[in-house]
């Protein structure tokens, strides 16, 4: 069966200008700037002007742990919003940005499929509007002005073994991650060992993506923690003067951006942190606009629930003071078989034992979001293998943990194909019965954060971590960042740290390897396992097949 690929899909699209997007939410045309004909900023100003305006309703899609048979979960963010417009909803669109890395890699873009995408596909898999460079060289400057201040004098007593800041790119590069810098003698400044991250892992995305204005993000920059000197004091982004200037390279970055769906809905993409590093969700200030334009805001967290949808509430709602009203967990036939036990090249095959056998692993992302108080209603996103004894396990098994799956077949038939699962949403989120709480106070100590995510979303037993990283811990409560939430970086494939361990296990352990603070994005980043902040190209790259064709259009991105 034949297909066409995401990029001839959204080729195709019959996108109005945006200022006509723009009009749809009330956003007037000098409040607008505009990126060529079909993406644009929204002003400072219009943002400020809607603080007195009422919140529309805030859904979160999350979905089960990631699987090589892949999941869907941006396609059905961008089919649910286009399905809440098609039953008369006022529905904005809230995801991430794409970074260059994966997209010349191997995970691919984050603009959606099928029917259900945001366009244009090929700039919002790109350069876009620039934003990830200005993140990349705010960054950087930072790093600079870092080594510059040791060459001239260091004059803050930095200890240059402790300079903990590195250095960004938005590319996969695995040469780059540990390196030796200043090298080449004595004008060039004092060797040290240092390296790079990706740009989604920089804390000043985390930080972009957290704050609430320019004055907030100025803050913020200042906080974060550089270096230390030979006695452990540490030293703040604002001992090296360097917070103006990077707010300065911000200030466009700051303003979400504007475009559509296939069907012309709106749609911000804004902002997109590391969802193992930091926090995984697009921007504070891009879903606080949209709340204040939409009836229904419709966003996504990174990765499954036990990462995405954690954070999304421990830390992003937690921080922005937001309340979801209901969310989705996006499963699909073929990952309840690989949950199953089931191998990759066998998965079109109809299998009712092993979707019944996966399944627990629904079931544990079910009740975990059910703990936040928040309603859940699973979504089957439909592949075309799919057989209806199939589905109907599913839906079995959801109803046995007290909610609804509804099939959805928005990849092929664009909104609608969700219309079932939007009015579901609707009938959720106009019930009332949101309840929405942290799992845990700002007020508990740390490791005691760390415990109750490891015990109540993980189902461990146990947190296994040295004493050095129990003190640390307590250092920083010392210092005044005990009420700080938790951001675990661990797999994105498991409920433990073992990447190969699928379903939903109990009685497992989880060692954590190191704890690092970041003061300026407000949280403090617990590592579990091998967790790479740069990571390195496949074998065979998707850059090898990503061309311009004869017409000047972009080939190869998917």
Known sequence: ???????????????????????????????????????????????????????????????????????????????????????????????????????????????????????????????????????????????????????????????????VWRRVMDMNDRALRDIVVNLGGVSNGFPRQTGFDITVASEVMAILCLSNDLEDLQKRLGDIVVAYTREKKPIYCRDIKADGAMTVLLKDAMQPNLVQTLENNPAFVHGGPFANIAHGCNSVIATKTALKLGEYVVTEAGFGADLGAEKFFDIKCRKAGLKPSAAVIVATVRAMKMNGGVAKADLGAENVEAVKKGCPNLGRHIANVKSFGVPVVVAINHFYSDTDAEVAAVKAYVAEQGAEAILCKHWANGSAGIEDLAKKVVSLAESGSANFAPLYPDEMPLFQKVETIAKRIYHADEVIADKSIRDQLKSWEAAGYGNLPICMAKTQYSFTTDPNVRGAPTGHSVPVREVRLSAGAGFIVVICGEIMTMPGLPKVPSAEVIRLNDQGQVEGLF
């Not at 919140?55 to 999350?62: P, Q, R």
């Not at 959606?112 to 200005?134: C, I, K, S």
């Open 1 to 163: 069966m034949a297909f066409k690929t995401d990029i001839e899909i959204a080729r195709e699209a019959k996108k109005k200008p945006i200022m006509e997007i723009g009009q749809k939410l009330g956003i007037p045309s000098e409040h607008l700037l505009p990126y060529g004909h079909d993406k644009a900023k929204v002003s400072q100003e219009f943002i400020k002007s809607l603080s007195g305006k009422k919140d529309g309703k805030l859904i979160l899609v999350t979905a089960i742990n990631p699987t090589p048979a892949g999941e869907g979960k941006t396609t059905t963010t961008v089919g649910l919003g286009d399905g809440l417009n098609r039953i008369g909803k006022k529905a904005v669109i809230c995801i991430r940005e794409a970074s260059l890395g994966p997209n010349f890699g191997m995970k691919g873009g984050a603009a959606g499929g099928g029917m259900a995408q945001v366009v244009p596909m090929e700039e919002m898999n790109l350069h876009f509007t620039g934003d990830f460079h200005a993140i990349t060289s705010a960054h950087n400057l930072l790093s600079a002005m870092i080594d510059n201040h040791i060459y001239w004098g260091n004059e803050l007593n930095i200890d240059a073994r402790r300079v």
